[in-house]
């Protein structure tokens, strides 16, 4: 049981670190997609701990599940792609627009 408490706290570390930009575009996946699982690893991990009474497992599911909570409603608040217009450009307000030579 111990290794298996172990290996589920290196994965929740992996995907973790999976939810950055760089590794989306390595794994062309969204980072959408890898915040979902992160947050379906994260529930069925403190069901394990749950059920198994391995609280160590579950502080550090828990203290993750709060992060991944925290980052999504931060997110959220702050309007991710907000700023973007029409174009698809993401030009800060205010900023000049570059010229378009052909």
Do not use: C, F, H, N
Request: charged residues 20%; hydrophobic residues 55%.
């Amino acid at each position: 049981m111990r290794y298996l408490v172990l290996g589920l706290i290196v994965g929740l570390l992996v995907m973790r670190l999976l939810r950055t930009r760089w590794a989306g575009t390595l794994l062309g996946i969204s980072r959408r997609a890898l915040e979902v699982a992160q947050l379906i690893l994260l529930a069925i991990t403190v069901a394990i701990a749950l059920a198994a009474e391995e609280w160590v497992l579950l502080a550090v599911a828990g203290a993750l599940l709060i992060w991944a909570i925290v980052d999504l409603v931060r997110g959220r608040r702050t309007g991710r792609g907000a700023g973007r217009t029409a174009g698809g450009s993401a030009r800060p307000r205010g900023a000049p627009e570059k010229s378009r030579r052909r």
